[in-house]
């Protein structure tokens, strides 16, 4: 459990301060936002249950109920808009943030010396799983992706959310490959262990 607060906290901090990138871009005009609307239980539990989905594949309970908290807490990147800054929005649903996301938590929260793999791979797939329910949504379709390298939003097609939650899904898996090894050994051992079973029965 202490695991999981360290990473979810730490995944939180990174997107508040990545919206801070949103100072360098361009101004951006936003109504007034109102908070009650914005942010819906219902909102929440659809990106919590689209990212639990997109992170089970790694196999591992933890990593699941990280990216399931990471998938709702990038949304903390609408800080400055919700502050009442006319700031380009929501800064962490960009590629760059899928990536530098991705990069420190393995290497900040690593527990030996090599990078945390499945821990960047999930982190990874709870960006891209928010982005595409996003998209499904359809709320909005443009996105800072280049943030702050290019601050612009960008258009993406409302369809392009079934590729990126399967893309989700890939990274997870790749997170959870030795894992899925370690199930298909058994897996074969059941059979096998059935297989010499039933010659047994056959002999007697
Ligand atoms: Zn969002």
Not at 141 to 149: G, Q, T, V
Request: proline share 7%; net charge positive; glycine share 6%.
């Amino acid at each position: 459990l202490s695991d999981l607060l360290k990473r979810s906290a730490s995944f939180s901090l990174l997107a508040s301060l990545f919206s801070l990138t949103a100072l360098i871009g361009p101004p951006e005009p936003h109504p007034a936002i109102r908070l009650d609307v914005a942010f819906t239980i219902e909102e929440f539990s659809s990106h919590f249950l689209f990212g639990m989905a997109a992170v089970l594949p790694s196999l591992s309970p933890g990593l699941a109920a990280y990216g399931a908290i990471a998938a709702v807490t990038i949304d903390l990147d609408h800080l400055p808009v919700a502050l009442g800054f006319q700031l380009i929005g929501r800064p962490a649903h960009s590629l760059t943030f899928l990536a530098l996301s991705a990069a420190v938590m393995g290497i900040a929260l690593r527990s030996g010396k090599h990078f945390d793999w499945p821990l960047g791979l999930a982190t990874a797939a709870a960006v891209l799983s928010h982005i595409s329910y996003d998209l499904y949504e359809a709320s909005r379709l443009d996105f800072p992706l280049l943030m702050p390298i290019h601050p612009i939003n960008l258009a993406l097609p409302s369809g392009l959310w079934a590729p990126l939650q399967v893309a989700a899904i890939s990274c997870s898996a790749a997170a959870g490959l030795p894992r899925w090894r370690q199930l298909e050994k058994a897996l074969r051992r059941i059979l096998r262990n059935g297989r010499t079973w039933r010659r047994r029965e056959k002999a007697t």
